[in-house]
């Protein structure tokens, strides 16, 4: 019986494994290196809008329900234009697939 849980611990592990892994470098792949990008649907679908980062720092309009920040600054994403309203962080490298609420502007 113990064998037998062993394998199916195991089995469902290794079926699990796959869907973790190439999601991070998924949304490296769609969200060019030193950018900000965003989607309109979640899970980096729909239409794309992309934020240089090798300009000035500051506030700026953006779109998405979906995010990615592949810049080397941590990224404040704004419910609101001008930088006002709710928010929430992206660390250097990382995105979030569904984000709380329609991003409208962004910082770094």
């Excluded at 979906?66 to 992206?90: K, M, P």
Aim: charged residues 20%; aromatic residues 12%; positive net charge.
């Amino acid at each position: 019986m113990k064998k037998r849980l062993s394998v199916l611990a195991c089995a469902m592990l290794t079926t699990l494994l796959p869907l973790t892994v190439p999601t991070a470098a998924h949304a490296a792949t769609k969200c060019p290196k030193n950018y900000i990008c965003g989607w309109s649907k979640p899970n980096l679908k729909g239409k794309m809008h992309k934020e240089s980062t090798a300009g000035d720092h500051g506030c700026f309009p953006f779109s998405g329900r979906s995010a990615s920040n592949q810049s080397r600054f941590v990224t404040t994403f704004y419910s609101d234009s001008g930088c006002y309203g709710e928010t929430f962080e992206l660390k250097p490298g990382t995105y979030s697939a569904k984000t709380p609420w329609k991003i409208v502007s962004v910082s770094y």
